[in-house]
């Protein structure tokens, strides 16, 4: 469970609302979850610099911007108060948590799925006082989990009631929300004490730890790419360690024995660190084991290598902590497949390999355990009910399996047997074995430079400042350490809250000189992003196309018209080890729709066992169409090649679309009955059929 620092320096108010409204969707619910079913033994890893911004809310030293203007009558609101309740009022999953509710939905398609902000201000005037209080509602209402709404009478009654809210409504949901936020920590302190759960942390704020000890540490799994100047400062990383583990002391009455170290990040040194602070295990990627071991990709399915892998493990040089590494396929199949299953059966799914497993391992399958590591928070949007469908039918079938046993990282480790031996760590993270996410692109070494400029500006400074300051001025330099900010720059992802993270980023090394009471360099008064935000994700086409289905480009020109989609962009807050596909291109001519599928260059075609087109357009039903590999055509007249790449042809006529018709659609991978890829994972991709105008109006202009 986590979240970047979203404070605004030296205020009282949050930039952005994730902490809130994650934790009345998110954080309580999956404890509750757990604690249904007593055989179950979850770990739960708490960063302190969300709890620290949980604790911000409940005590009130903080609150949000979302929230203050959510606090106002419609009648007191400003242009600008109308604007941002406009731009920002529907940031919520639309799939699960707008379209299901009749008022919410047409409050959108007035404001207008696509705008742009220029157009708000206008578009505010045609909204009357109740039609904003209704969106206000609504927003604030939507973030709320089911369960909530199963223990609150209040919150059940204003979703019952849908429209017309009242002042009092919206003060009562506004009320509930802050009762729902003081909970959370109790409840896991709670649990933890009997024993029901076990709680780990990270470093304080979230930092890349290896980089913070040596950047130039990225070079053995990135060689030759280009970094910034050299940022050093492994008593940094000491300091997030050992302040994380304070501070959960300090909230939960004891000190956690493991740690996710920030985004399973972790290299020799980093390892000796945690060792040092008393840490008793530790978590990581199988990629790293992999790489640890000098083993092949997934080397571990062969027999033998799974009873090497399912185990605790042991780096001689710190001998005194075992490390965990995480299931990458199971874990990512939660993550990023079974949203689109029938709960039930994608339980099923998940509890059936564990158990094949467990046949593989005979006589000795209960000395083993099998780590299913993945992202607490940014899952569930995607899943019907939140998540609570698949999550309570996961846990019963695995209380109720014979094969297999629920326990936590230090129960097993009371009774597991001797760990594996590893003679070096090589250095990574859980996303690609890596850093390239954080460092080595030219926005990503642009943040790192001005982060190293102010820690030298803190060592030049730090005896001739006064002292009283100085830990303001740490835990501003902290918060900058955190992996976040370079999560978004560097065109690795994407955000409609960008400008948000950069301003942020930026604030925080500014607050420093401010306090040292020195000049802060111009630099940091200028945007470090390039201002890549959703509109680098989906290019709409511009021009007609009819490209030859073969399998191949086989003339430059021929998709130089097309409308694309890129994956790799769009890693939003979660990332899976790597997509089978690279980028979705699209098109169309007068008759036919034309979608190119580019693969990552290590995908094996023979990954792919079947692939399907699942389109939906106003009037006409929703349908699945499947694409069979090297098929010349099949029943809905698909024609599709595939080779290099994978070309699919649909005419217009096979679906009913007619010219102007809007239509959405998104491409699916299946693996053994099982949607393991969907592109893209959270809104479709949306285009209009072209009339006989569309060539000519795009290039008349």
Request: charged share 25%.
């Amino acid at each position: 469970m986590h979240q970047p620092c979203y404070r605004i320096p030296d205020s009282r108010v949050f930039r952005l609302p994730w902490v809130r409204l994650h934790g009345l969707k998110d954080y309580y619910d999956m404890l509750s979850a757990a604690l249904k079913f007593p055989e179950i033994k979850v770990s739960f890893n708490l960063v302190p610099g969300l709890l620290e911004q949980l604790q911000d809310y409940t005590e009130g030293r903080a609150t949000d911007r979302h929230f203050m203007v959510s606090q106002k009558q419609p009648s007191d609101l400003s242009e600008e108060d109308r604007c941002f309740i406009l731009k920002d009022f529907f940031m919520a999953h639309w799939p699960n948590m707008v379209e299901p509710y009749p008022r919410y939905l047409s409050l959108l398609e007035k404001r207008g799925r696509h705008f742009h902000p220029s157009a708000l201000p206008k578009v505010s005037q045609t909204f009357s006082d109740q039609e904003l209080l209704d969106l206000m509602v609504w927003f604030n209402l939507c973030w709320i989990d089911p369960l909530h709404f199963q223990l609150r009478p209040e919150l059940a009654r204003l979703k019952a009631k849908g429209k017309n809210f009242t002042i009092e409504d919206k003060d009562c949901l506004l009320s509930q929300q802050m009762e729902i936020l003081e909970s959370i920590i109790p409840a896991y302190k709670k649990a933890w004490d009997q024993k029901a759960i076990e709680i780990a942390t990270s470093p304080f704020y979230h930092p890349i730890l290896p980089l913070l000890c040596d950047t130039q540490t990225a070079l053995e799994c990135m060689p030759g790419a280009p970094l910034p100047q050299r940022f050093s400062y492994p008593g940094d990383a000491q300091a997030q360690i050992v302040n994380g583990l304070d501070y959960m002391e300090k909230i939960f009455g004891r000190r956690p024995r493991g740690m996710w170290p920030s985004e399973g990040s972790v290299s020799q040194k980093t390892v000796e660190l945690i060792s040092q602070a008393g840490v008793k295990w530790m978590a990581s990627d199988e990629k790293i084991w992999e790489q640890s071991l000098g083993k092949a990709g997934r080397q571990r399915e062969e027999p033998g290598e799974a009873g090497q892998f399912y185990r605790s493990h042991m780096w001689e040089q710190a001998d005194k902590t075992r490390l965990f590494f995480r299931d990458q396929q199971l874990s990512d199949l939660i993550g990023f497949a079974y949203y689109g299953w029938d709960g039930q059966a994608a339980a099923r799914d998940l509890v059936g390999r564990l158990e094949r497993k467990a046949d593989a391992l005979g006589s000795q399958a209960a000395d083993h355990i099998v780590p299913v590591i993945l992202d607490g928070e940014n899952a569930w949007e995607a899943f019907p009910r939140d998540g609570q469908i698949f999550l309570e039918q996961l846990y019963q079938q695995l209380s109720q399996s014979t094969k297999l046993n629920c326990c936590t990282f230090s129960q097993y480790l009371e009774q597991g047997p001797e760990p594996g031996k590893m003679s070096r760590i090589f250095p990574g993270s859980w996303i690609n074995h890596d850093f390239s996410i954080w460092i080595g692109q030219e926005e990503d070494n642009r943040a790192w430079n001005l982060l190293l400029a102010a820690r030298q500006a803190i060592e030049r400074q730090k005896d001739s400042v006064d002292q009283a300051v100085m830990p303001e001025i740490i835990r501003e330099l902290q918060i900058a350490e955190g992996s976040d900010w370079c999560w978004w720059y560097g065109g690795n992802f994407s955000s409609e809250n960008l400008e948000d993270f950069d301003s942020l980023f930026r604030s925080h090394l500014q607050r420093i000189y401010q306090l040292l009471n020195v000049e802060a360099p111009r630099e940091l008064f200028s945007p470090i992003s390039l201002g890549k935000g959703l509109d680098v994700l989906i290019n709409q086409p511009i021009d007609l196309i009819s490209p030859k289905i073969d399998g191949r480009v086989s003339d430059f020109y021929e998709w130089a018209g097309a409308g694309s989609y890129n994956i790799r962009q769009d890693g939003g807050t979660m990332h899976r080890g790597q997509s089978l596909l690279e980028v979705v291109h699209f098109g169309f001519d007068q008759g036919n729709l034309y979608i190119r599928l580019d693969p990552h260059e290590k995908t094996d075609f023979n990954e792919i066992q079947a692939l399907t087109v699942n389109l939906e357009f106003q009037g006409q039903p929703a349908r699945t169409i499947p694409v069979k590999p090297g098929a010349p055509e099949n029943e809905a007249a698909t024609i599709s090649a595939y080779g290099k790449i994978i070309e699919i042809k649909l005419p217009f006529t096979a679906i009913g679309a007619q010219p102007g018709d809007l239509i959405s659609f998104y491409v699916a991978l299946v693996q053994n009955s099982l949607t393991v890829e969907r592109h893209p994972i959270r809104s479709p991709i949306t285009f209009k059929v072209p009339d006989g105008e569309f060539g000519a109006n795009n290039w008349g202009a």
